[in-house]
């Protein structure tokens, strides 16, 4: 009873709560796509600038499920519609089911898309090697209302990724006549904190403007980064895009880890603060050919983001552009499955108009880890895990240190927090 008495408090701790879409779908597919599209901040501002900005007038609910007696296997459904429907109005609705080799190692998978769209029926393969840094894909449309194009009838690539390189080109294995030159090409190389890399991408047209020589199909970049993609991590990223011989594209992307004090009493007397993810992004681009542009808008444009996750349970995001505004609030239930209802409104201020847009997402792909760390941000055991029938208490073998996620040590870490991109 003394024993008990005299037992010393527990150690003051912060709520490190999992953020809300990490790793983000578009991770899932990277070996599809070309590294220089995905680098430079690219995929972080893509879902800053689009995630849970549902379109003006539209509600869309994503179903993402995935079986219990086969975690290798799962199926994402997607249906979007008017608010306000009309007759000659289609809803749009498609199917995405995936199989892959590894549960932890999404880049080796199969999947079959199906829409209602032009593409009705799509099939994508992918496998990687990361022993020897090889992989080979492929895309092939099975059924198609009409085929125009030489990509209509597939597209193949082949790659070589590391941590300092990546390189590799795309290529459609049935092309018309007089169409031989190669979909993509790119190479990208990481010197410490510079990323630097080119791609050879051809504009629709005619076969002659797809040629070597024509400056209009090549862009370069350059980046440069600090910490990595854990959400444990801040991490910093600019870039500097020479686009197509006529564009300059400028970013910024930032994310930040904040803790504040809160008093919850909900939780133990121990817990005195919360973790924050705070992202800022921004990009400006703009035409430096001096030609006029075809478009109505300006010859620059830019769009300024950002996103605070205050808690598990809510995101705030906002984002600015040229021509509108827009403000999107999401809830997060971490039920099994997990629910999440979005609502945006986007101010158009060419016309003066305010319009708001829905979204629902059902989700059980990923597993919420809720970790605690001390207020000097040292994770301590043990983990917190919020199911549907209660909650569950779990004591791991060792702490997660911070000196662990600054020497990018994350093995100790749940996998819905370690990093991604170790490859180019």
Not at 338 to 362: H, P
Request: glycine share 8%; proline share 7%.
């Amino acid at each position: 009873m003394g024993n008990w008495l005299n037992k010393e408090a527990p150690p003051p701790v912060v709520l490190v709560p999992p953020m809300f879409d990490f790793p983000p779908l578009a991770a899932r597919t990277r070996m599809l796509e070309s590294s220089y599209d995905l680098l430079f901040g690219k995929l972080a501002l893509k879902c800053l600038f689009e995630d849970y900005f549902e379109a003006a007038k539209h509600f869309s609910t994503r179903i993402m499920l995935k079986p219990i007696d086969d975690p290798n296997v799962d199926l994402v459904a997607m249906v979007s519609c008017p608010l306000d429907h009309k007759p000659e109005e289609k809803i749009a609705g498609n199917a995405l089911f995936r199989w892959q080799r590894e549960i932890d190692d999404p880049h080796t998978f199969v999947d079959l898309f199906v829409s209602n769209s032009e593409r009705i029926l799509r099939l994508r393969s992918c496998a990687y090697y990361p022993k020897y840094g090889f992989g080979a894909f492929g895309i092939f449309p099975v059924l198609m209302r009409k085929r125009i194009c030489s990509e209509d009838f597939g597209i193949m690539g082949l790659r070589f990724g590391s941590g300092n390189l990546s390189i590799g080109a795309t290529f459609v294995p049935y092309s018309l006549p007089g169409d031989k030159f190669p979909r993509t090409a790119w190479l990208v190389s990481r010197m410490g904190r510079l990323t630097a890399g080119f791609q050879y991408k051809p504009q629709s047209g005619s076969k002659s403007d797809a040629s070597f020589n024509n400056l209009m199909n090549w862009s370069c970049a350059i980046g440069y980064g600090l910490g990595s993609s854990s959400p444990l991590s801040p991490s910093f990223n600019f870039g500097l895009e020479f686009a197509k011989s006529s564009q300059l594209i400028a970013s910024f992307y930032q994310h930040a880890v904040v803790q504040r004090r809160v008093k919850n009493p909900f939780e133990e007397n121990e817990v005195v603060g919360i973790t924050n993810y705070i992202d800022f992004g921004f990009e400006l681009e703009t035409r430096i050919d001096g030609e006029e542009s075809s478009h109505s808008t300006s010859e620059s444009t830019f769009q300024v983001a950002v996103s605070w996750q205050a808690n598990k349970n809510f995101l705030l995001k906002g984002k600015l552009g040229p021509l509108s505004s827009s403000v999107a609030l999401a809830f997060k239930s971490w039920w099994k499955p997990s629910f999440t209802f979005s609502i945006s409104a986007v101010r158009d201020r060419t016309v003066g108009k305010t319009s708001f847009g829905f979204g629902l997402r059902i989700e059980d792909l990923r597993q919420a880890s809720y970790q605690r760390a001390d207020p000097n941000y040292v994770m301590l055991t043990p983990n917190k895990e919020h199911l549907a029938e209660g909650i569950v208490w779990k004591t791991g073998n060792r702490p997660v240190l911070q000196s662990d996620v600054d020497s990018r040590n994350f093995d100790s870490l749940p996998r819905e927090l370690r990093p991604i991109g170790k490859i180019l």
